[in-house]
């Protein structure tokens, strides 16, 4: 049996996914490799690399840390520029791309000790691409490319964007590089907001994360009654926006916790129903 760890993007509420993996972790369920999408290619990253219980934590210590500026840094020359149509984006990816070069364990893709697949967006055809080799940080970096806001990455003379914008949650890969059981770890979206975004940066990364729940739910749809397919229960509720990093010890809390109890009732593959989907169903309490 082949288990892959298939995990999504969702910028600030990625911290979710760390909850997840600290419980998947502590059990001894681990992957033979992985897959991930923007804030998902990131924690990929970190566990393909430090893969024990004291490693996640660690993960978990990080995203603590972290802060609006620490990922996107503000600059007024790069934002007018942006704002002026002389630059196609907005703010400097030298905060995450620190944060990759700091902590991020081998240089190359081929090198992880878990393997590594990271997905992201053709900007010119609007094609994922999936790396499975190469420079690990230029391809982080491309899967978190959050389109007008962080520069599009060229690898190979293509220009590439975060793959959430084409494939959030890439379970189509992990069935092609042969997976039979997939733990799909998915962020999902504040579904108590009582009031819209107040920056533009919120507005735009609510946005995205609404947008692709659609891809992701019939990517579910089409799977799950082939492959073992397990999808985490996404945290509910919630009313953090993705582009909040200050909530991260709260999510992660929640996320182990919910985790662990949906690991103590989950049934055999061969009982499980069908609709995993409905778990990413827009809501509202």
Known sequence: MTTAFVLSG???LGSIEVGMLQALIDRDIRPDFIVGTSAGAINGGWLSGASTSEDVRRLGDLWRGLTRNTVFPADLVIGFAGFLGK??????????KKLLVDNLKFDRLEDAPIPLHVVAGDVLTGADKRFSTGDAVDAILASSAIPALLPPVVIDGVPYMDGGTVNNTPITHAVELGADRVYVL????????????????GMGLRGLVLAINDRMALDIERYESKVDLR????????????AEFGKADELIT??????????DALVPAEERRTGQAELLAP???
């Open 231 to 242: 999808v985490v229960p996404p945290l509910c509720p919630h009313d953090v926006s993705p």
């Open 254 to 263: 929640r996320a182990e916790k919910s985790t662990n109890e949906w690991l």
């Open 186 to 201: 998915t962020t999902g979206s504040g579904c108590t907001l009582t009031e819209a975004p107040t920056s533009a940066l």
């Open 283 to 285: 809501h509202a309490h």
């Open 10 to 12: 969702g910028a600030s």
């Open 87 to 96: 630059r196609n984006h907005l703010v400097s990816n030298r905060g995450i």
